[in-house]
C-alpha cells in the first residue's frame, strides 16, 4: 500500500515537474524561425522598417525587412507573425538582383507547391501564407550565403473608432496558442541593425491627442488638426514638435494639440491607464540587438469630442460605367441611455496555460471592470483550464469588500492545462436569475481544445439563453473568427486586448457599452442606387461607441436613401439621411480589397460554422486570387518575372498594386478631405458619445484661500467687538 | 466657527451652520452611494435630451473621483458656514440657481462636453454672493482681496486651460469656475438692484 502511494506520489511530482516545464516554454515573438534542436543556423533581422498610415477609415501596414545569412550556406529565411485584426496581406514584394518583384495569389496548394519547386531549382522564391487565425508566415529562398534579402509585406486592415478614440495594433507578441508549433519552433526576434516604426495618421476630423503607451522613446507629431506622425526608432527627425508630448523613456508617450483646445477633453485622462506591461524600449545597447520584436505596439488617437454623429462614405469607382466599391461608415450620436438597473455579470475567466502571458492583463482588467460595477449589481466568477468551475458560492453582491476579495483570488491564479472554453461558457449559463439582466464576459483566447471544440456548437449553446455574450478577447493568434461570430450571437460585443493596451481605457470602452442601452437587430437599407454584395452580411448589434462600418458594390450614380433600422429596449427606432453616390471616384482602390477581405470573412464564418463546402471555399478562393488577398486557402508567391511568365501566372496583382501606390502618392501630396455625406441631412441630432466628461475641481489653493477669508471675517467680527466694548 | 448674528451682530453666539452642513452630507452621501460620476446623475447632454432634466441640477452634485470630491465637498462646507449667517435660505437658492444657469451654459456654450459634474462652478457663484454679503456687513478691503485672488487664479487656470493644482479622473473644466463667477455677479446686481427699487419704493410711499 505504502509503495502504491508513494508510486502515485512520484507520478503526479514528475506530471506537475512536467506541466511546469511545458509552461515555463519561451513564448514565440514575431520573428524568424528555426526548427528547435535542428543543426541549422538561425539567420538574422537586420533591418526592421515599419510604415502605417491610417486614412479614410482603414491602416495600411507596410513591413519591409532585411534578412542577413551569416553563414557559409544558402538558407531559407521564415518570417512569423501574428495575424492584424481583420487584417490581410495584400503584398509580398522580394528584392531579386536589386530589383523589386511583387508577388501574385494563388490557390494555397499551388502557391506551396510552385514555391517548392523555385526552392528546389535554387531560384529567388518567396511564399506568404496564413495559418488560420493564428499567424502569417513569409518563407524567402534562398538567402545566400553571407548577404541579405530584402523582403517587403503590406496588410490592409480596418481602422476605426471606438467612442471617440483610435486603436492600431502593431501585433509583435505571439499568442502562445499553438503548443505543436511553440515546440517545433524557436524564433529569433532580434532586430541588429536598424528599427523604425513611423505612423501616419490623416483624419479630416481634428484629433486632439495621440497616445503610445509604453513606449517613452516614441516620438509625437502633430501637422495639422488631424494629420499626426507617431515615430520609433533610430531616425527621429529633430525638428521641433508641434504637439505638446510628455516623454518619459520608462513611461508613455501622449501629445495634446497646441494651442491646448478650447475643449474641456485636453487632457489624456480619458487614455490614460495602468497597464502591467513592462516597456518595450527602443535601445539601442540591448547586446546586439537593436530591438526585440516581441511587444505589440499600440497607438491610440482621440477624436476631438463633441464631433457631431456622421455618415462617411469612401468610394472606388475609376468608371462611371461599371461597377464600383464603397465603404460607409456610421457614427452614432449619443442617443442610447443609460441603464440604471442593478445587473448580474457573470465572469468566465480563461486559466489555461496559453493565457499565461495575458493573465496579469486579465486579472488586472477583471479588476478594474469589478470596481465599476454599482452597488446593486451582483456577480458570479467562472474559472476554466480543462474543467470549469465556480471561483463564487453563487453570485456575489458588489461591494468593495467582495470586490476585492475575488479580485485578489483571480489574481493569484496560476493558468495551466487546456483550455475547455465550452465547458466554462456552459456553467456560466447555468443559475440565470430570470427576474434580473444579466451578461456574460468572457475572457479568454478562444483557443479551445479540450472537450466541444467546434463553433458550431458554442453558437447553439449561447442561443439557448436570452444573454447578452461581452467578450474580452486576449492577446493576438487569439480565435476571433469564432468569438466574435458567438459575440454577434448573442447580441453582444467583442472588444480585442493587447498586453501592451492601456487597460482602464478598453475597460472604459467596455462599461461605457455595458451600462447603456444598445441598437439592437440593426438592418441597412439603400435605397435609390442600385447597391449589393452588402457585407457584413449580418450587422447584429450597435452598442455605444460603436461604427457600423458596411462595404457593398454600387452602379450608376445619384442620389441615395440610407436608412438604418434597431431596436433600442424593444422599441423600433429608425435613423435616416440622403446623399450622393458619386458617378467616379478614382482615390481609395483599396477598399476594392478591404470589401473583398470582409466578404471572405463572412463566408469563413459560414464554413467555422457549418464545415468546410466546396462552392464557399471556391468562392474564397476566386476572391483571394482576383483582390490578391492571402487568406486560409490563397498564399501569395513570388518569383523572378520570367518564371510568372513562362508559368502563365497573370501579373494581376502587380496592375492592382500600381493603381493603389499611385493613389497613395496622390493622397500623400494634398491634406485629408471630408468623406462626410450626411450634412445637409444628418442622420443624427446629438453628437457623438465620448469619455469627455469635464469636472468643476476647487483645489488646495482656493480651499486655502476660503480659509483665508474665514479668518479675515472672524478677525474683522473680533475688532468689531473690541470697537464697541 | 461663524457666529449667528441675531439682532446685533457684536453680540452674536456661536451657532452650527446646519445648512451647509446638510448639503456637505447630501453631498457626500450622493457620492457613498452613487459612486463615482454616476451615469444616472451626471449633466449628460444625451440623458437631457432623453428628457432626464434632473441632471441639469442633480450633475453639479456628483463628482469623478474620491479626490474631487474630497477638495470639492470640504469647499461647500467651509464656505456654506461662513456664509450662511449673511446668506440664509439664499444659500440655496443660489446654488439652485446657479445650477440651473451652469447647466444652461455647459448646453449652449460647451458643445464639445457630453457630461459634466462637480461642485467648483456652483462654488464660485457662492464666493461671489457670499462675499457680496460679508461686504455689506463688514466693508473689509481683505474680503475684496481674496476675492480678487480667487478671480486671478481662476483666469490662470483658463488661460493655461488646466487647473493648477488638481488632477482628477475627468478633466477639469476652467471656464466653469469664471463662468460660476459671473453667476454669483449677476445674481448680486439683480439682488442689489431689487433692494434698492424695494427701497425707493418704501421712501416714495412714506408719509410727508
Given at each position: 500500500m505504502n509503495n502504491t502511494t508513494s508510486f502515485i506520489s512520484r507520478i503526479s511530482r514528475y506530471m506537475a515537474t512536467a506541466l511546469c516545464m511545458l509552461s515555463m516554454q519561451p513564448v514565440m515573438a514575431a520573428g524568424l524561425l528555426t526548427p528547435t534542436n535542428s543543426n541549422l543556423p538561425a539567420l538574422e533581422i537586420r533591418d526592421h522598417e515599419v510604415t502605417v498610415t491610417i486614412e479614410d477609415g482603414y491602416a495600411i501596414t507596410q513591413v519591409e525587412q532585411v534578412f542577413h545569412n551569416p553563414h557559409a550556406q544558402d538558407l531559407e529565411a521564415r518570417y512569423s507573425f501574428p495575424v492584424p485584426e481583420h487584417g490581410s496581406v495584400a503584398e509580398m514584394t522580394l528584392w531579386i538582383d536589386g530589383k523589386a518583384v511583387t508577388g501574385e495569389v494563388l490557390e494555397k496548394q499551388q502557391a506551396r507547391k510552385v514555391y517548392e519547386e523555385e526552392k528546389q531549382a535554387g531560384r529567388d522564391a518567396g511564399l506568404t501564407e496564413k495559418d488560420s487565425f493564428k499567424t502569417f508566415e513569409a518563407m524567402v529562398s534562398?538567402?545566400?550565403?553571407?548577404k541579405d534579402t530584402r523582403v517587403r509585406i503590406v496588410y490592409l486592415q480596418p481602422a476605426h473608432i471606438d467612442t471617440g478614440i483610435g486603436r492600431y495594433v502593431y501585433p509583435l507578441e505571439e499568442g502562445g496558442v499553438d503548443d505543436q508549433k511553440l515546440a517545433f519552433w524557436t524564433a529569433n526576434d532580434k532586430v541588429t541593425s536598424k528599427f523604425n516604426f513611423n505612423l501616419k495618421i490623416k483624419s479630416a476630423y481634428p484629433v486632439d491627442a495621440v497616445r503610445v503607451p509604453n513606449q517613452g522613446n516614441a516620438t509625437v507629431k502633430q501637422h495639422s488638426a488631424g494629420e499626426w506622425n507617431v515615430h520609433i526608432g533610430q531616425q527621429a527627425s529633430q525638428t521641433t514638435p508641434t504637439s505638446k508630448a510628455q516623454a518619459n523613456p520608462s513611461d508613455d508617450v501622449v501629445a495634446t494639440a497646441m494651442p491646448a483646445s478650447l475643449n474641456t477633453v485636453n487632457t489624456a485622462h480619458p487614455l490614460e491607464g495602468g497597464s502591467p506591461a513592462p516597456a518595450v524600449n527602443f535601445n539601442p545597447q540591448q547586446g546586439n540587438a537593436v530591438y526585440t520584436l516581441d511587444k505589440d505596439l499600440v497607438v491610440y488617437w482621440r477624436h476631438k469630442p463633441g464631433l457631431p454623429g456622421s455618415v462617411d462614405l469612401v468610394t472606388y469607382k475609376p468608371d462611371a460605367s461599371k461597377r464600383g466599391t464603397f465603404m460607409m461608415v456610421v457614427t452614432p450620436g449619443a442617443d442610447l441611455k443609460p441603464i440604471n438597473k442593478g445587473k448580474d455579470y457573470i465572469f468566465v475567466l480563461d486559466i489555461s496555460g496559453s493565457m499565461q502571458r495575458k493573465f496579469a492583463t486579465l486579472a488586472d482588467g477583471v479588476q478594474r471592470t469589478m470596481k465599476k460595477m454599482r452597488a446593486d449589481d451582483r456577480f458570479r466568477i467562472v474559472l476554466f483550464n480543462n474543467r470549469a468551475s465556480d471561483l463564487t458560492p453563487g453570485y456575489i453582491n458588489a461591494t468593495p469588500d467582495m470586490i476585492k476579495h475575488y479580485s485578489d483570488k483571480v489574481a493569484a491564479i496560476q493558468p495551466n492545462s487546456g483550455t475547455n472554453l465550452y465547458q466554462g461558457l456552459f456553467n456560466g449559463l447555468q443559475q440565470i436569475d430570470a427576474d434580473r439582466t444579466s451578461a456574460i464576459v468572457l475572457v479568454t483566447d478562444g483557443v479551445a481544445n479540450v472537450g466541444e471544440t467546434h463553433q458550431r456548437k458554442f453558437i447553439e449553446l449561447i442561443k439557448q439563453k436570452d444573454i447578452r455574450l461581452f467578450t474580452m478577447i486576449m492577446g493576438n493568434s487569439s480565435n476571433r473568427p469564432m468569438l466574435e461570430a458567438m459575440t454577434r450571437e448573442s447580441n453582444g460585443f467583442a472588444i480585442s486586448i493587447s498586453n501592451s493596451d492601456d487597460i482602464v481605457g478598453q475597460i472604459l470602452k467596455a462599461s461605457s457599452k455595458v451600462t447603456h442601452e444598445a441598437l439592437h437587430g440593426v438592418k441597412v437599407d439603400i435605397s435609390g442606387v442600385k447597391t449589393a454584395d452588402i457585407t457584413p452580411q449580418k450587422i447584429g448589434s450597435l452598442y455605444r461607441g460603436q461604427q457600423l462600418v458596411v462595404f457593398g458594390h454600387y452602379w450608376g450614380d445619384g442620389q441615395a436613401t440610407v436608412k438604418i433600422d434597431g431596436k433600442i429596449s424593444g422599441q423600433d427606432k429608425s435613423y435616416q439621411t440622403r446623399f450622393n453616390f458619386p458617378a467616379t471616384t478614382n482615390e481609395n482602390p483599396e477598399i476594392e480589397r478591404l470589401w473583398a477581405y470582409a466578404s471572405i470573412e463572412d463566408m469563413m464564418e459560414e464554413i467555422n460554422n457549418f464545415g468546410e463546402k466546396a462552392d464557399i471555399k471556391q468562392a474564397i478562393v476566386g476572391l483571394g486570387t482576383e483582390y490578391g488577398l492571402v487568406t486560409d486557402y490563397t498564399s501569395m508567391v513570388v518569383m523572378r518575372d520570367e518564371v510568372f511568365a513562362s508559368r502563365k501566372i497573370e501579373r494581376s496583382n502587380k496592375k492592382r498594386l500600381a493603381v493603389e501606390q499611385a493613389a497613395q502618392q496622390q493622397r500623400q501630396a494634398r491634406p485629408a478631405p471630408s468623406r462626410r455625406v450626411d450634412t445637409q441631412q444628418p442622420m443624427y441630432k446629438s453628437p457623438r458619445p465620448s469619455f469627455g466628461g469635464g469636472g468643476g475641481a476647487i483645489d488646495p489653493w482656493t480651499l486655502a484661500l476660503f480659509g483665508l477669508l474665514a479668518a479675515s471675517v472672524m478677525l474683522t467680527t473680533r475688532r468689531g467687538r473690541k470697537n464697541a466694548a | 466657527m461663524p457666529l449667528e448674528q441675531g439682532s446685533n451682530p457684536r453680540h452674536g453666539r456661536l451657532r452650527l451652520p446646519w445648512r451647509s452642513f446638510i448639503l456637505g452630507l447630501l453631498a457626500i452621501l450622493g457620492y457613498y452611494i452613487a459612486g463615482p460620476a454616476p451615469e444616472l446623475w451626471v449633466f449628460s447632454r444625451a440623458a437631457i435630451s432623453q428628457g432626464e432634466l434632473w441632471t441639469l441640477i442633480s450633475g453639479h452634485w456628483m463628482h469623478s473621483d474620491l479626490e474631487h470630491a474630497v477638495w470639492n465637498i470640504s469647499a461647500l462646507i467651509v464656505l456654506g458656514s461662513l456664509f450662511e449667517q449673511q446668506l440664509k435660505t439664499r444659500l440655496f437658492t443660489d446654488l439652485l440657481l446657479a445650477c440651473v444657469l451652469m447647466s444652461f451654459w455647459l448646453i449652449y456654450f460647451m458643445p464639445d462636453l457630453s457630461a459634466y459634474c462637480g461642485l467648483s462652478g456652483i462654488l464660485n457663484t457662492l464666493l461671489v454672493t457670499g462675499i457680496a454679503a460679508l461686504w455689506q456687513h463688514y466693508r473689509a478691503p481683505s474680503i475684496l482681496l481674496i476675492l480678487a485672488l480667487a478671480l486671478i487664479k481662476n483666469l490662470m487656470e483658463l488661460f493655461t486651460q488646466e487647473a493648477i493644482f488638481t488632477h482628477t479622473t475627468w478633466p477639469s473644466v476652467p471656464e466653469a469656475h469664471i463662468v460660476g463667477m459671473a453667476i454669483g455677479l449677476a445674481i448680486v446686481m439683480i439682488r442689489s438692484r431689487y433692494q434698492r427699487n424695494k427701497l425707493s419704493g418704501l421712501i416714495a410711499a412714506r408719509p410727508g
Open positions: 534562398p538567402v545566400r550565403a553571407g | -
